[in-house]
């Protein structure tokens, strides 16, 4: 991480667990342990029933809400979907775009992107994610792969915006599986989505970027996937159901600074 150049976010991915009157019963607990001290973002995207528990349960505090997907447009026939105002209006500031789980579920990169764009037009900070299979990684093409999704999902991003934009480096095969890549493979590929961005944006975009890494991260192995220098904030999935690890990884990203 780069704290002089970039914030840091820490990020829970709550994915398909917990009910609204749980979420309430999480903050009460988190908000008792949560640091005073400001050297990170706190962020936690949850299931969108329970956004307005969340939101309620956080007002006094300063850990951001934010949702698991959105609609690109802006209201219409679109049954269970939910647009990006409407997450505004329900008080969240981040939501996740283009989650391995979601393109599994056959999300394509112009959606990613068009909702990219409808994020940040609301005023929320979208966390795009990009990755590779263990596939991909094996026969040699995760940068190629990953240069081709940043692109797709950047394209039309204004200047002035991109620093809005949170990316999340998850290799897919490391999603809940416990297998984390090392800080050396994260800070691999992170380094290489800051080299496509600053190609896109120039180098002080670049440089003002906030890259996170996912994948298994948790409160035995983030303070060394944090202490790399491209990696400034993680996207964490399993870990940030439990409040005591989630604290323990935002402990983590108390680091020197750079
Ligand atoms: C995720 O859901 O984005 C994630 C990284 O999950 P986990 O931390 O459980 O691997």
């Known amino acids: 991480m780069n704290r002089k150049y970039r914030k840091t976010l820490i990020a829970g991915n709550w994915k398909m667990n917990k009910t609204p009157s749980e979420t309430k019963a999480f903050m009460t607990e ?13 962020a936690l995207c949850v299931p969108s029933v329970c956004i307005p528990a969340a939101v309620r349960a956080t007002r006094d505090t300063r850990v951001g809400i934010g949702a698991e997907n959105c609609n690109a447009n802006a209201s219409g026939a679109y049954t269970g979907e939910i647009s990006t105002s409407m997450l505004v209006d329900a008080g969240c500031k981040y939501v996740i775009i283009g989650h391995s789980e979601r393109r599994e579920m056959g999300e394509t990169d112009a959606e ?41 999902a950047l394209a039309g991003i204004s200047e002035d915006k991109i620093r809005k934009v949170v990316i999340a480096y998850e290799p897919i095969w490391a999603i809940g599986t416990g297998k984390t890549a090392t800080p050396e493979q994260a800070e691999e590929v992170c380094q290489h989505i800051r080299t496509v961005v600053r190609k896109l944006f120039g180098s002080k975009n670049a440089r003002a970027t906030t890259i996170l890494y996912g994948g298994s991260m948790n409160d035995k192995n983030a303070y060394e996937l944090l202490a790399q220098p491209d990696i400034d904030g993680g996207l964490i999935g399993g870990a940030s159901l439990v409040p005591e690890k989630f604290v323990k990884i935002i402990e983590d990203a108390n680091q020197p600074t750079t």
């Open 30 to 42: 988190l908000k008792a342990i949560l640091p005073r001290g400001r050297w990170c973002d706190i």
């Open 112 to 152: 990613v992107n068009a909702k990219t764009l409808a994020a940040l037009n609301a005023g929320l900070i979208p966390i795009v994610c990009c990755g590779e299979t263990l596939e991909q990684r094996e026969s040699g093409i995760t940068e190629e792969w990953i240069t081709m999704q940043i692109k797709l």
